[in-house]
């Protein structure tokens, strides 16, 4: 009689901790279900839904550090640069070492154009988990903000990242800055991406500028548009290697006018704009980045901003 007492009291003591563990996983559960749901509706263009998603699955789990990150992405998606870092410094707060988190916050800081601080998210993200995207991002943002050392060696070690972009922004780099660029390495150039390697040539002195011109005019209208963007853009930083700021100027100024704004290059050609003015140049109708406004000063370059020393002959 007294176990079976014993053991009807362990039983009501015991059902309320149980029933509490039940409620936890069928509220995972939902959570879970809702975060697909925000999946499938962000894929679909359906932000709103998927916000609403997102949001609830939050009510639900909000210790959860990923319904917070999942939010930050839909967030981003609706241009909500400010409310995707909320999200993800409150994930960072529930999981310090999560490096999508810092990633995340990274892209909307920049987005933001606040570029000291998506610097110091890409450098964290980074020391918590050095894969390829992570340095080809710190790359470009230290590009842009005239870092070019430090762009070079994120390039370097993003190189196993299959973009064969990353390999021309380095070897222009290191023109830049009169360092030996090596021969430009081309056996990883997709195949399936012709105009690469134009660029290639182009850069490495096997088509002339007027041929350059021509080959970037050559495709479907989204295709040339594109195309022409860089084009622009790196016979602009061939001026400035062979110093000649005037044309650099004029040819970087085209690509910053075409507004291609999907095209890396489009920033860099306005980077370049502000780099070379003081103060900060603007293109018609535009505005400069204000990140790159707010580290101009500290450019490696300061006042005496140009083309560099005198580079070694094309290879």
């Known amino acids: 009689m007294k176990t079976k007492a014993l053991a009807r009291r362990w039983c009501w003591l015991l059902l309320p901790m149980l029933l509490l563990f039940a409620g936890c996983a069928d509220k995972k559960k939902q959570a879970a279900d809702l975060l697909e749901s925000a999946r499938n509706n962000l894929a679909k263009g359906n932000n709103d839904a998927a916000l609403a998603d997102c949001s609830k699955a939050i009510e639900l789990t909000p210790d959860d550090s990923q319904a917070y990150i999942k939010r930050s992405v839909v967030?981003?998606?609706?241009?909500?640069?400010?409310?995707?870092?909320?999200?993800?410094?409150?994930?960072?707060?529930?999981?310090?070492?999560?490096?999508?988190?810092?990633?995340?916050?990274?892209?909307?800081?920049?987005?933001?154009?606040?570029?000291?601080?998506?610097?110091?998210?890409?450098?964290?993200?980074?020391?918590?988990?050095?894969?390829?995207e992570g340095?080809?991002?710190?790359?470009?943002?230290?590009?842009?903000?005239?870092?070019?050392?430090?762009?070079?060696?994120?390039?370097?070690?993003?190189?196993?990242?299959?973009?064969?972009?990353?390999?021309?922004?380095?070897?222009?780099?290191?023109?830049?800055?009169?360092?030996?660029?090596?021969?430009?390495?081309?056996?990883?150039?997709?195949?399936?991406?012709?105009?690469?390697?134009?660029i290639a040539h182009y850069l490495t002195g096997q088509m002339n500028e007027a041929d350059f011109l021509t080959a970037a005019d050559q495709g479907s209208p989204t295709d040339v548009a594109a195309q022409q963007c860089q084009a622009y853009y790196f016979?602009?930083?061939?001026?400035?290697?062979?110093?000649?700021?005037?044309?650099?100027?004029?040819?970087?100024?085209?690509?910053?006018?075409?507004?291609?704004?999907?095209?890396?290059?489009?920033?860099?050609?306005?980077?370049?704009?502000?780099?070379?003015?003081k103060p900060p140049a603007t293109v018609p109708g535009q505005s400069a980045s204000p990140a790159l406004n707010s580290l101009i000063d500290n450019s490696p370059y300061g006042e005496n901003y140009g083309p560099g020393p005198t580079p070694p002959p094309a290879q």
């Not at 916050?105 to 606040?114: I, L, M, T």
């Not at 061939?238 to 489009?266: V, W």
Request: net charge negative.
């Open 75 to 132: 967030k981003f998606a609706k241009s909500d640069f400010a409310g995707a870092i909320t999200d993800c410094s409150k994930a960072i707060s529930l999981q310090p070492n999560d490096f999508s988190a810092y990633m995340m916050r990274a892209s909307a800081e920049e987005a933001k154009a606040d570029a000291v601080h998506a610097l110091a998210d890409w450098t964290q993200a980074i020391a918590l988990h050095p894969i390829p």
């Open 135 to 198: 340095y080809s991002q710190r790359g470009r943002l230290r590009h842009l903000t005239g870092d070019f050392s430090g762009a070079i060696d994120d390039y370097e070690k993003a190189q196993s990242e299959p973009d064969f972009l990353l390999r021309l922004r380095r070897y222009v780099l290191l023109r830049r800055l009169g360092r030996d660029p090596g021969s430009l390495d081309q056996t990883n150039a997709p195949v399936s991406a012709p105009w690469l390697r134009t």
């Open 235 to 277: 016979i602009g930083e061939m001026h400035l290697i062979n110093h000649d700021p005037a044309g650099a100027r004029k040819f970087f100024s085209q690509s910053a006018a075409l507004n291609e704004t999907e095209a890396d290059e489009y920033e860099f050609a306005r980077a370049e704009l502000t780099l070379l003015d």
